[in-house]
């Protein structure tokens, strides 16, 4: 099994623009989730899916969009990037709610 | 409002020697707790889950405790080797406004000096 894969690992974006961040498990699992790490903010939770078709909020969710069309992938779009996007984003998924949670590689992004 | 401590932030102890880490939560309604292990540039990697029903969890030279009354787990690294080095975090598995969350501290960075 790949695990969580996170693609890209590095991006530089312009203020405005618009990307997608990929995110995808092969290990069937129900719950997926977007984190960002910040320095002196730890882990803050973005969105989240408890099964394909279904999406919820995080805590800071302003900004950033989620879809779950299928079991294996959770992409998270950025509308309008914005410099306070810089950060490191993680995926992570779960076979349920509370289990072991498995994470990416992370991405990367800058915001000019 | 859940929040997750993690004291202290930095720590550095010469090999060999055995260890605890500290994680503090203020909301005791937890479901599980996780450990987790982040080396630099990397992601999470889990270490120990504890369901809130349990009182520790064991792998290899790792121990980890869970009281809930009083809002407190440890991580014990037995005989730490200089491969230990990385930053540590926990996290608590709580539902928060009617949604399942992780809130995680901010991590413990530990050195282990040869």
């Known amino acids: 099994n790949a695990g969580v894969t996170q693609t890209p690992k590095f991006q530089v974006l312009k203020t405005g623009q618009s990307m997608t961040l990929q995110c995808a498990q092969d290990?069937?699992?129900?719950?997926m989730s977007w984190y960002r790490q910040d320095p002196g903010m730890g882990l803050r939770l973005i969105h989240y899916?408890?099964?394909?078709?279904?999406?919820d909020q995080g805590e800071v969710p302003n900004g950033y969009n989620v879809s779950r069309s299928t079991t294996e992938d959770f992409p998270l779009r950025l509308l309008s990037a914005a410099p306070s996007q810089t950060s490191v984003y993680f995926c992570?998924?779960?076979?349920?709610?509370?289990?072991?949670?498995?994470f990416g590689p992370g991405t990367r992004l800058t915001v000019t | 409002k859940q929040e997750v401590t993690q004291i202290p932030a930095a720590l550095s102890v010469p090999e060999g020697e055995n260890l605890v880490l500290n994680c503090s939560f203020t909301?005791?309604?937890?479901?599980?707790l996780q450990w987790f292990r982040q080396d630099p540039g990397k992601g999470l990697t889990s270490l120990l889950l504890?369901?809130?029903?349990?009182r520790e969890q064991t792998s290899g030279r790792l121990n980890a405790s869970l009281d809930k009354s009083s809002g407190r787990s440890t991580l014990y690294i037995a005989a730490s080797q200089p491969g230990d080095s990385a930053t540590y975090l926990c996290?608590?598995?709580?539902?928060?406004?009617?949604?399942?969350?992780?809130?995680f501290g901010q991590g413990t960075r530990l050195t282990i000096n040869p």
């Open positions: 290990m069937n699992h129900e719950y």
């Open positions: 992570a998924s779960s076979y349920s709610k509370w289990s072991v949670q498995y």
């Open positions: 504890i369901q809130s029903s349990q």
């Open positions: 909301d005791s309604a937890i479901y599980n």
């Open positions: 996290a608590v598995g709580a539902l928060i406004q009617g949604a399942q969350k992780l809130v």
């Open positions: 899916s408890v099964g394909a078709g279904i999406t």
